[in-house]
């Protein structure tokens, strides 16, 4: 449950910042532009959270099995990190 939070919270943040975005919008009386700004706001998020949401990559099996040998044994272990750039 705690991974679903943190690849997710991103998603949890912008649903709250809409919410009091949209209650401030609606406190007040509302004009077309600020229902203009608050559709630009909730399709800048929407756009952030197409670029910035978690993705399933190649090398996801490969960390699965690094993970299940370091928690397995016990014994000390050395990981050597490297990066093509």
Known sequence: MQEFYNHYSF???SIGLTIAA?????TQKPKS???VAFGVIVA???TAW?????RQTP???????VQAMIGTAG???LLELQSPY
Do not use: K
């Not at 949209?22 to 609606?26: D, F, M, N, S, Y």
């Not at 197409?50 to 978690?54: A, G, M, V, W």
């Not at 090398?59 to 099995?65: K, Q, S, T, Y």
């Open 11 to 13: 998603l949890w943040i």
């Open 22 to 26: 949209g209650l401030v919008l609606l």
């Open 33 to 35: 532009r600020d229902f």
């Open 44 to 46: 800048g998020l929407l």
């Open 50 to 54: 197409i670029f910035l949401h978690p």
């Open 59 to 65: 090398l996801m099996n490969d960390a699965r099995a």
């Open 75 to 77: 014994t000390p272990v």
